[in-house]
């Protein structure tokens, strides 16, 4: 029974063998003694137990089984260089398999079907856009800016502010006849006087440099003034002379090229040759550009005080000679300083103290009248002159003894005429009366005038 159960035994391993054997010869592959077989699982659990094993029997591993099939060498070298995650979760493709980056995406899949917003995108449509709609006023015929404009421009003389002549232009629709605005400025300005003139080269300068008009635009209005020059001479006989200051001055503002009067030299008319000579001589001479900058003389505010004085004493004294009121008058409103007229007051009644005769304080009065009637003169400039008088007699009268009683005959004129008030009038200073004892009165108190 020992015998036939060893016997059995024996026989069933070796068929075993010979049938593994035979197997491995079908599958193309030798089986070493040494070598064994190795079931791998793919489960989570156990993943990274297989690349510790893979890891251990190294090349000597030529079969493994994964789940229930064999994989090649090959095979499990590009298994070891996988990366995918070996933390066992499942994860899904991105886009849902519709690929990365530079792919066309899904099929019958349409992306962004509100419309290319990119204005660079090959298929941008602008009728894709929201519109914003916004009120817009028709643009207005020369004619009707001529209106407006003359409205804006005069107001500007007033007040001297650039910016609000751009915010007045920017509400009116002048996109292509931005020209007027030279045209009309200019005109304006000729009839003006001096310091209007310069306002006009300064809105001139600062309308360029906010590009609310080029130098295009300048230039076609200079050329409707040459076109102008006969009738616009009937008003302003030395037209030639003023279009040629403010040729030369745009052109040392940059508001003009400097080729603008070579362009303009074959003209015919001999006004418009007056104004191009006179321009080129202003830039050419010495300091030309430097000296351009105050074409149009200096303003009022901008000369100095004692200059200032000068020019009012030398009225006065002119006054006083001719006796010509209007004249004086002039001067003064010519000087373009309201503020500083109470120096004219001033000066008139100095000028009375000082000659102290019936006359002069007649002709004083007479000039205060009528500067007062015609607003050249206002009643806070007049008493503003006097009291610099009453301020100031203590030095007067060291020239002048009889001061105090010139001054007083001369307040009560005023008063009465209705230049002064009565409370002004309390306020003028009296002449201290000193007392004394002389030694051949007996000790008798008297007054300096006894």
Same mark, same amino acid.
């Given at each position: 029974f020992?015998f ?9 391993f ?17 089986r ?6 190795v ?14 094993l ?13 789940g ?10 590009a ?19 519709a ?8 099929l ?27 009120p817009?006023?028709p643009?207005i ?31 009116l629709?002048? =996109?292509n006849?931005?020209? #007027?605005?030279v045209h $009309? *400025? &200019?005109?304006?300005?000729?009839? /003006? =006087?001096?310091p209007?003139? #310069?306002?006009?080269? $300064? *809105? &001139?300068?600062?309308?360029?440099? /906010? ?6 635009d ?6 409707a003034?040459?076109d ?10 030395d ?12 052109i ?11 362009n ?25 550009l ?9 303003g009022?505010?901008?000369r100095?005080v004692?200059?200032?004085?000068k ?24 000087l373009e ?16 103290l ?6 002069c ?6 000039l ?12 806070d ?7 610099r ?8 009268v060291?020239?002048?003894?009889h001061?105090?009683v ?8 005023c ?10 009038a309390?306020q ?15 000790g ?7």
């Open positions: 020992f036939f159960f060893f016997f059995f035994f024996f026989f069933f070796f068929f075993s063998s010979a049938m593994e054997v035979d197997v491995a010869a079908e599958n193309g592959m030798a070493t003694p040494t070598q064994k077989q079931t791998f699982y793919d489960a989570p659990e156990i993943a990274e137990l297989n690349i510790d893979r890891t251990q029997l190294g090349d000597t591993t030529s079969e493994l089984s994964l229930l099939g064999a994989t090649s060498p090959s095979k499990l070298k298994a070891e260089k996988d990366r995918h995650s070996k933390t066992g979760r499942r994860g899904l493709p991105k886009k849902g398999g690929g990365g980056k530079g792919t066309w995406g899904k019958t899949e349409v992306y962004n079907e509100d419309g290319v917003r990119d204005n660079k995108d090959p298929n941008y449509s602008s009728e894709d856009d929201d519109y914003i709609i916004s817009s006023s643009e015929t020369p004619e009707q800016f001529r209106k407006e404009a003359e409205v804006i421009f005069k107001e500007y003389f007033d007040h001297g502010d650039t910016d609000e002549v751009k915010r007045s232009l920017s509400d629709n002048i =996109r006849i931005k020209s #007027e605005i $009309v *400025l &200019l005109d304006l300005a000729m009839e /003006a =006087r001096p209007h003139r #310069e306002l006009a080269s $300064v *809105l &001139l300068s600062d309308l360029a440099c /906010a590009h609310v008009i080029n130098t295009r300048i230039s076609d209005g200079f050329e003034i040459f102008q020059m006969t009738e616009l001479s009937l008003d302003t006989p037209v030639s002379e003023v279009i040629g200051n403010f040729i030369a001055r745009c040392a503002d940059d508001c003009l090229p400097p080729c603008f009067v070579k303009h030299i074959n003209i015919t008319d001999r006004q418009c040759l007056d104004a191009l000579k006179r321009a080129s001589l202003l830039l050419n001479m010495k300091h030309g430097a000296r351009l900058d105050t074409i149009w003389g200096m009022g505010g901008q100095p004692v200059f200032l004085v020019q009012i004493i030398l009225l006065l004294k002119e006054y006083i000679s001719s006796g010509d009121q209007t004249e004086a008058a002039r001067c003064l409103v010519e300083v309201p503020h500083f007229h109470h120096e004219l007051v001033y000066q008139a009644v100095v000028l009375v000082e000659n102290g005769t019936e006359s304080m007649k002709m004083v009065m007479d205060l009248l009528h500067m007062a009637n015609i607003t050249v003169l206002t009643q400039q007049i008493d503003r002159g006097i009291m008088v009453y301020g100031d007699m203590t030095e007067i060291l020239d002048n003894p001061a105090y010139t001054l007083t005959k001369l307040v009560e004129s008063v009465t005429a209705g230049l002064l008030s009565q409370h002004l309390t003028m200073p009296q002449r201290g009366r000193k007392r004394f004892v002389s030694e051949g009165d007996g008798a108190i008297k007054s300096p005038e006894d």
